[in-house]
Structures are given as structure tokens and as C-alpha cells.
């Protein structure tokens, strides 16, 4: 077949996907009105969930899931965007990791609130400047982000969804003619990179900022400087990226919350998150997550912090497959809550796709 009539051919197939996605559309304003109608809200992170497994299960290839998940990902942002605007509050600024996290949550469509520190996103969620707000809460090489746990603890919001996002890092410059003095970023995108700092720059000065995108405004500004974050900065900030891909670690992943008032539905694959204080007394925490094993519960991760209220006095944060409403779960939860000094669940939500 020629060149034209293969062209001619993919003409005809984008008409078809316009048309369907157009149909989409139209059912969408349809599911909207009656939603408004009965007071429901725009986002379900389970039924999301759900049609992306599906259409991942249907998927023949050759295009990969990780794209699917993508060009349908960015579908449902767009029907979303034909019912409401969403507020999203994020930490930023403005091209930092939880801003790419927010943004692959809910598609470019939403208005995107930048906050200055954790703290100030569950806020903003709070006093309903924003529907939702994203947050770190671990990565796969340096663990958790112990100020979100912290918030977790005094805050009566909900985990509805999570996030997990791969991270690659870049040098980033204002200018490469100028000697290389300062490298700028956060204190835990440094201990990503460590083994390459030493081999590539080893007498360069590092110095911590809170974020990524504020290391790129001091790099901006500072000539003998970089800065070291994602690739989206330079177009943000207008700098030069000079390396790209210069972490240690190419399995290098960071997990986000999306928090809000409530959590979500149950679908077939969920996850659970809760945390919880025992008395300061031998076996006290073996007791505690015995209850799981009794009704065949599987942790996926336990992290402490301490009370900041008595010396020695630690919560602990736990993971569990399953959601609060299935039977077994209610039951490992009660029999937690007889063990426990404090016992809060954090929310049930859908697994990352």
C-alpha cells in the first residue's frame, strides 16, 4: 500500500476516535446532570481505577499499558474538566515532583494551587480552598517523608487516592560558561544522586532548599550555580538542562496521597492505611499487628514517629491490602482497636493502576 493511501488510512481512523471521544463527552454532560441532581461529587478515584484496569485487561497491543494509561488518563481528565474545574493544592512551586504527581492525577484541566510546605496543603483542603491536595509520603530509595506522617496525625482528612510517580533527575544551569561553584536542591534529591555528586562534582558546595523548583530560582540567579530536579524546570524557570538522568538508582520511584474529606469506595484491589499508638509494655506491638494475621491481612509497610508528646512514645503508621468496609478487615480493626491506646484509619483507596 502507498504512502497517500496509508495516510488516507490514519485520516479516517482519527475521525473515528474523534467521534467516539465526542460521544464520550456528550454521555459524560449526561452522568453530570444527574450527579449534580443527586449531590455527588466529580472525582471517584475507584471507578477511575476501575476502567483503567479494564481497559488495560482489554488492551492487545502493540501500544504498551503504561501509554494506555496515559492517552486514557488524560481522557478522563478532559470529561472531568466538562463537569467542573477542580482545586487542586499541591507542594510547590511550580514544577516540583508533587506538582508532576498532581498534574498525572488529574490532567492538565484542573487549576493547580502551589503551597509552600506540606502543612499548608491539608490547609487549603480544610477550609475548602482546594477539592483535593497532593502530598509525598515515601520514596523508594530513601523511605518515608516524615513530615506528612506527622500532619496525618493531627489532621481529619482522608487518603482517597495515591500516586506513584518514577523519578529521573537532571543538572540543570543558568549558564554553562561560568565555573561551577554551588549546586543547589532538597536535601533527599542530593542522597538520590549522592554517587554521582562524588564521581562527577565531588569540591562542588550543595546546598538544601525546600524544593526542586526553588532550587531552580536560586540556580536561575546565581551564575556559577545548578540546580538538580526535574526536566520541566528548565522550561518553567528558563534554564539549560546540561545532564539528564543522573540519579544512582534507575528504580527510583516517589508515592504522593491525594487527600480530601472523604475516602473511597471499595473496588477489587485497594489499599488501606491507618495508624495507631500502644502502651509502652513488652509485646504491645507484636499483640497489635497480630490481629491482621488472624484474619490473613497482608502489611505492606509500618513506619513510627514519635508521640512528640512523652518521651519514647511512638505512633505507627501501617499499609494493608483490602478496604475498611471488607469483612475481614472490619474484624482485624476491631481487634486492633482493643489493643491500641489510639487507633485512626486514614482512609481506604484504589492501588495505583
Known sequence: MSL?????????????????????????????????????????????????????????????????????????????????????????????????????????????????????VFDAVSKKRADYGVVPIENSIEGAVSYTLDVFIESNLKICSEVALNISHSLLRASVKSDLKRIYSN??????????????????????????????????????????????????YGIKEVRSHIEDSLSNVTRFLVVSYKDSSPTKKDKTSILFSVKDKVGALYEAIYSFKKYGINLTKIESRPSKKKPWEYYFFVDFEGHRKQERAEKALKALEKKCVFLKVLGSYPKEV
Not at 202 to 226: F, G, H, N, R
Open 4 to 120: 497517500k493511501k496509508l495516510r488516507k488510512k490514519i485520516d479516517g481512523i482519527d475521525k473515528k476516535i474523534l467521534s467516539l471521544i465526542n460521544q464520550r463527552v456528550k454521555v459524560v454532560s449526561d452522568i453530570s446532570r444527574l450527579k449534580e441532581k443527586n449531590k455527588l461529587g466529580v472525582f471517584f478515584p475507584d471507578r477511575e481505577a476501575d476502567i483503567l484496569r479494564k481497559i488495560k485487561k482489554l488492551n492487545k497491543g502493540p501500544v504498551e499499558n503504561r501509554d494506555i494509561e496515559i492517552i486514557f488518563g488524560d481522557v478522563l481528565s478532559i470529561c472531568r474538566a466538562v463537569q467542573t474545574t477542580l482545586d487542586i493544592a499541591y507542594l510547590g512551586p511550580e514544577g516540583t515532583f508533587t506538582h508532576l504527581a498532581a498534574i498525572k492525577r488529574f490532567g492538565k484541566r484542573s487549576n493547580f494551587i502551589s503551597c509552600g510546605n506540606i502543612s499548608d
Open 187 to 236: 536535601p533527599q534529591v542530593f542522597s538520590q544522586c549522592r554517587q554521582w555528586l562524588l564521581r562527577e562534582y565531588p569540591k562542588v558546595q550543595l546546598i538544601p532548599a525546600a524544593t526542586t523548583a526553588q532550587a531552580a530560582i536560586m540556580a536561575k540567579k546565581d551564575e556559577l550555580s545548578a540546580c538538580i530536579g526535574n526536566s520541566m524546570l528548565a522550561v518553567l
